[in-house]
């Protein structure tokens, strides 16, 4: 890091501050994939000061005869102390963003339902009333590859457990539990056309704008996904 007037771990610093914004705007920022590799980099840079700082302490003697240094102790210096606490520090940070990202990723996955396509694909309009849905362009252009990956791994697992508690009981994972709902049957209006839906009474063709009286559970994910609302 010589040359610059940075100090080590402000990178690290600048990641969290991000963190802090997207919680205080209630948004999913863009993967800062630029900010991360930099740091990666100075974990880097620091490992091979921490390696040069270690060779230094080792004796150069080379006859192997052990006469001077047989009894000798290296002690950590100062300068060592220094990187490894910037390198932890790092650590934190980067994990600490990460975990922030996850944790939101996974307030939407639940916001739409659990239909991960609807949330991969949609623009931020399908996703509107989703908490924490980032304003213009799609939610799958703020995030890197990996963090796809784990929406489709977290997703696979929620629905294998869905399928293995449905052979027992009659229950719908992804249903909110913040309003339990009073009757079994809802008036629904549709909001966005969703095509023909098998219900209890048979299929019936969702078409904007009109009403129907259905079982709630028929159509409960597509009241959440914002397809329906209820009257």
């Avoid at 509107?128 to 799958?140: E, K, N, Y």
Wanted: with cysteine.
């Amino acid at each position: 890091m010589s040359g610059t007037a940075r100090q080590f771990c402000e990178l690290a610093t600048q990641l969290v501050t991000e963190s802090r914004r997207s919680t205080a705007t209630d948004t999913l920022l863009k993967y800062n994939d630029v900010l991360v590799r930099q740091i990666v980099r100075e974990q880097r840079q620091l490992e091979a000061l921490i390696q040069g700082a270690m060779e230094r302490l080792v004796p150069e003697d080379g006859d192997g005869d052990g006469d001077d240094d047989g009894g000798l102790e290296l002690q950590v210096t100062p300068d060592v102390i220094l990187y490894q606490t910037a390198i932890l520090r790092n650590k934190r940070c980067l994990l600490a963003y990460h975990q922030h990202r996850l944790e939101r990723l996974k307030d939407l996955y639940w916001s739409v339902g659990g239909a991960l396509p609807l949330l991969l694909a949609a623009p931020t309009a399908d996703a509107a009333g989703a908490p924490g849905a980032p304003a213009g362009g799609d939610v799958r252009a703020r995030l890197s590859p990996h963090e796809v990956d784990f929406l489709r791994a977290y997703n696979d697992a929620l629905l294998e457990f869905r399928a293995g508690v449905l052979e027992t009981e009659e229950l719908d994972l992804f249903a909110p539990i913040a309003r339990p709902p009073r009757d079994l049957h809802v008036l629904v209006r549709v909001v966005r056309d969703c095509g023909v839906i098998q219900t209890e009474v048979g299929a019936i063709d969702f078409r904007r704008g009109q009403r129907f009286l259905v079982r709630r559970a028929d159509v409960e994910h597509l009241i959440v996904q914002g397809y329906l609302e209820e009257v």
